[in-house]
């Protein structure tokens, strides 16, 4: 993927978890999402980085 392409992945992820946050009930329920999504990007973060390693 470009960096462009990963952009929008992580603009669409962001706009998600914020839907989320916005549906939760508790405070416990926005922690969870929060991290959730701070996982999520750091996976796709680390997955980019591997990949373009590999490429090299």
Request: hydrophobic share 45%; no cysteine; proline share 0%.
């Amino acid at each position: 993927m470009t960096n462009t392409e990963y952009a929008k992945a992580i603009k669409v992820k962001a706009m998600v978890a914020n839907l989320e946050m916005n549906a939760a009930l508790t405070t416990e329920q926005q922690a969870q999402i929060g991290k959730d999504f701070i996982a999520d990007i750091e996976m796709e973060l680390s997955d980019r980085d591997g990949k373009q390693k590999a490429a090299r």
